[in-house]
């Protein structure tokens, strides 16, 4: 409503001064977020990428604006206002809703407020341009046309590269209460590359620690789980989730630096052998886990549950040849926009380095029918070798093993860690 009311009362001559105003506090925000008050444990010079790219892009279209036909300021005004909403609110009001406003936050609010002004200025040229001509049907096959081609772009390619900010930006802030089944500690793990993650750790009674993975909030019923049958359990923020330092990314890029400092700590406890940790990983966190163990030889055994993709190298050998022709633009764009928003390179393809984890034993558990795509984890099993295997289930949810199948899950999940990390009988191998 605010963007409309303003674009109704700025006259045509006006309109390139709200433009660039807007524009302007669009800027505002990105230059805050990335350079000014960039995430804790980071600096201005770790987001070239995701500040200097945009500042860059809305300063070429500050230029053009002006010097553009009516038409294109309407088209431009409205990309302009969707960076200023998605930039602005995305992040900015999650926190408002949950943990409060801090930082750059209050600068997205004035960004997000922007875009409603864009908005209301493009819909208002758009509307004032449109030509009149001399035959109706005419008129309204090509403006029919012009909304389709519109409305094709928006989804094939915009919202796939706006997704790239929603994968970095929209992290977990909250920390739920513990409820790990013990008494617990409060840790405070240093990475390789200078951030502090803040997590729990319960300490172990066997020897063996696992490492649950990632956050502190789903994987509590694990946690229990492994706790009571002995072991130690670190469970904790990662990067630019809760309270830990660093920039978020759905996708785990990166996060495998989190894993090796989960490593480090657990290698100096006085309850640990360095030669018995495990870790089970959960969605994102199972693909972690998968590539932690190809990279990190500590890592003794893994339980991965509801594994999927992370890179377009990934997807292509995920999707069937129809998908990838008909989808292939929408899965480049949506990885560029990743790529620039994380100001991290892809991590590696589990394709290529999973062969690295044989001969420690890996439990690939996933749910057929679960509604978020885990259909490699039957290549998983296959390029990791004999020792993996695998559990279907074809009835639960994504991730909802333990929930859903609480006696069979604690059976299987702790007698695999029981044969890798304690040496007992093995298991029988899941199919």
Known sequence: MFGDMTAQNVSATAAPRVFLAS???????????????????????????????????????????????????????????????????????????????????????????????????????????????????????????????????????????????????AMRATVAEPHLGAAHQDVTLKTSDGLELEGWYVPSRNGAAVIAFPGRTNPQPHTRMLVEHGYGVLLFDRRGEGESDGDGNRFGWGGTRDIAAALDFLETRPDVDPGRIGGIGLSVGGELMLQAAAEDSRLAAVVSEGAGTRTLAEELVDFGPNSVIRGFHTLVVKHIGVTLFSNESPPPSLVDILPQVAPRPVLLIWAPNGGNRETMNPLYRQLIGPSASLWAIDDVEHIKGLQTHPEEYERRVVAFFDHALLDTDPPGRGE
Request: proline share 5%.
């Open 23 to 169: 524009l302007g506090a669009v800027v505002l925000h990105i230059a805050d977020e990335n350079f000014l008050q960039p995430a804790a444990g980071t600096t201005a010079g770790d987001h070239l990428m995701s500040g200097g790219v945009p500042v860059l892009a809305l300063a070429a279209a500050a230029f053009a604006y002006p010097r553009l036909r009516a038409g294109a300021q309407a088209v431009l005004a409205l990309l302009t206002a969707l960076a200023g909403l998605v930039t602005g609110f995305l992040q900015a009001g999650y926190h408002l809703a949950t943990v409060g406003l801090s930082g750059p936050d209050y600068t997205g609010m004035v960004a997000g407020a922007a875009g409603l002004v864009l908005l209301g200025l493009g819909a208002r040229i758009l509307w004032r341009s449109r030509r009149s001509g001399p035959s109706r049907p005419r008129r309204y096959v090509r403006r029919t046309a012009l909304g389709v081609l519109g409305a094709a772009a928006l989804v094939e390619l915009i919202l796939p590269f706006a997704f790239g900010y929603f994968a970095t930006h």
